[in-house]
């Protein structure tokens, strides 16, 4: 495990530092929150395209006959779903239930499997499947040998064949094509809510291709405009929407949990048993009602009906396609239903929200 | 390159002070600040009349992704308030020194703009 005060420098650093960027630690890495601006980045990517330094992220490789049935056992999703260079949304929970994180796995060949996993739970995940590895899983971690950016937007197919023109088309929504003899890894998916890919490549290589998209079109987008647009969509953000003591279900993930799939999975008991009890709670995506100052990150939400504080936010802030302010916050379930008046804290000063339809944009 | 007015008093905060009517002296944040911050969405304007020390918080600059405190360079009392500025906030960042002031203060002490930083100075700190 790294030592936790080392800062994690990406392979794109000087390149973020030559375009002006804003640098903060996030997740143990040095990474640019900005260049021009969080709205004309977020704006470029809904409306044409965007280029994100996603080399903190993790990758896992997890080979072995029997690797389906091992990720099975450890994963909501169905992996017997996948057929080869398909991907799928998927968590690893706890044994409570709980998230320990939410992760892409792709199925490269039957006992062959990629997983791009939060770049803060990198050293937890790989923790938890080397202690539930089982004879003939192979599981190996090559977080520290690729360098990673990921392509969002409409324009982010024919920026594709712009740079690559020999690589053939962009792999189908959620799918995996290696490159350049296996070096280079493309899976198209993304977390802004636009069409898009992640592409994976050995850190002294990835620079080149940073450049190729950019000179594509690609603007530079940080990690401020990567939170507002995942925002708008409702896509959660570990660490913050989801965590050890909320479940998928509660967190509205529950069509990428599968109970039926013809295995338990660790955390599955917990997850029956919610859904047969019902839940208490739910994640709802919040909208500010009138002029309000952005609603952010641990911001009280309130009941106006009792005055009492209820929850939280877990994630908040101004959405730039909106022009209000959203968040997301996990309140009691009689209060989960569209239209249900709210009210925020900041500073000690109440705004009425309301709960809204997800995802927002 | 940030922009910085010689007849301003800077604090480090960054916050400016026009120290040239004090009776009714305007105060904002410097080109540089408003660089930092970006994207001004919301302000949280301070009352009129209140009197406000030296370093006490009296208004929040809100960007899409954090809320900054604005400090009082000196201790007076708030004569008068940008109300347009609530309209559109933006004008911090398109015209810091000029339409983008917060807020006037009637100087208590003339002599606490001494601890304030001068054009060349501040100039210096934000190289």
């Known amino acids: 495990m790294a030592d936790l005060t080392d800062i994690q420098i990406s392979p794109l650093d000087s390149r973020h530092r030559e375009l002006g960027a804003r640098m903060l630690p996030f997740a143990g890495w040095e990474m640019p929150i900005q260049y021009e601006g969080i709205v004309a980045e977020h704006n470029a990517v809904r409306n044409s395209l965007g280029i994100f330094d996603i080399s903190h992220m993790g990758q896992v490789e997890i080979s072995g006959v029997d690797s389906e049935k091992w990720l099975n056992g450890l994963l909501t999703n169905d992996v017997s779903a996948l057929e080869d260079n398909g991907g799928q949304y998927t968590l690893m929970l706890n044994e409570g239930g709980g998230v320990i994180d939410d992760l892409i796995l792709y199925r490269e060949a039957a006992?062959?499997?990629?997983?791009?996993?939060?770049?803060?739970?990198?050293?937890?995940?790989?923790?938890?499947?080397?202690?539930?590895?089982?004879?003939?899983?192979?599981?190996?971690?090559?977080?520290?040998?690729?360098?990673?950016?990921?392509?969002?937007?409409?324009?982010?197919?024919s920026a594709w064949e712009k740079v690559t023109a020999e690589w053939g088309a962009l792999p189908p929504r959620n799918g995996i094509v290696r490159l350049e003899n296996g070096r280079i890894i493309a899976c198209r998916t993304g977390y802004t809510g636009e069409d898009g890919f992640e592409f994976f490549a050995p850190n002294a290589e990835i620079g080149k291709w940073w450049d190729a998209f950019v000179s594509a079109g690609a603007k530079p987008c940080g990690l401020g405009s990567r939170d507002?647009?995942?925002?708008?969509?409702?896509?959660?953000?570990?660490?913050?929407?989801?965590?050890?003591?909320?479940?998928?279900?509660?967190?509205?993930?529950?069509?990428?949990?599968?109970?039926?799939?013809?295995?338990?999975?660790?955390?599955?008991?917990?997850?029956?048993?919610?859904?047969?009890?019902?839940?208490?709670?739910?994640?709802?995506?919040?909208?500010?009602?009138?002029?309000?100052?952005?609603?952010?990150?641990?911001?009280?939400?309130?009941?106006?009906?009792?005055?009492?504080?209820?929850?939280?936010?877990?994630?908040?802030?101004?959405?730039?396609?909106?022009?209000?302010?959203?968040?997301?916050?996990?309140?009691?379930?009689?209060?989960?239903?569209?239209?249900?008046?709210?009210?925020?804290?900041v500073r000690g000063r109440r705004f009425p929200c309301e709960v809204v339809k997800k995802p927002m944009v | 390159m940030s922009n910085v007015l010689d007849h301003l008093k800077y604090a480090e905060s960054h916050e400016w002070i026009d120290p040239t009517t004090p009776e009714a002296a305007p105060v904002g944040i410097s080109d540089h600040a408003q660089d930092e911050i970006q994207d001004v969405v919301y302000l949280e304007l301070p009352e009129l009349g209140r009197v406000v020390e030296k370093g006490e918080a009296i208004a929040v600059v809100e960007s899409v992704k954090s809320a900054n405190d604005i400090y009082a360079p000196v201790g007076g009392e708030i004569v008068e308030i940008n109300e347009p500025l609530g309209e559109a906030p933006e004008l911090i960042n398109t015209d810091p020194y000029g339409e983008g002031w917060i807020f006037k203060l009637k100087i208590a002490d003339a002599s606490e703009l001494q601890a304030l930083d001068d054009a060349t100075a501040y100039s210096a700190k934000i190289g």
């Open chain 1, 228 to 345: 507002s647009l995942r925002l708008e969509k409702c896509y959660p953000l570990n660490g913050s929407d989801l965590d050890p003591d909320h479940s998928p279900l509660e967190a509205g993930l529950g069509f990428f949990v599968k109970l039926e799939k013809g295995c338990e999975f660790t955390g599955s008991d917990v997850l029956k048993k919610q859904k047969t009890e019902g839940l208490s709670q739910r994640l709802v995506a919040i909208q500010v009602i009138g002029k309000a100052p952005p609603p952010r990150h641990g911001y009280g939400v309130a009941d106006p009906a009792t005055g009492e504080q209820i929850s939280e936010l877990t994630s908040g802030g101004l959405s730039p396609t909106l022009g209000k302010g959203i968040g997301l916050t996990y309140v009691p379930v009689g209060l989960t239903k569209i239209g249900t008046q709210l009210e925020i804290d």
């Open chain 1, 111 to 157: 006992d062959r499997f990629f997983l791009v996993v939060n770049a803060s739970k990198i050293d937890e995940d790989v923790a938890w499947l080397t202690q539930n590895l089982t004879e003939g899983i192979e599981l190996k971690n090559y977080s520290d040998d690729f360098g990673a950016f990921a392509i969002q937007g409409p324009a982010a197919e």
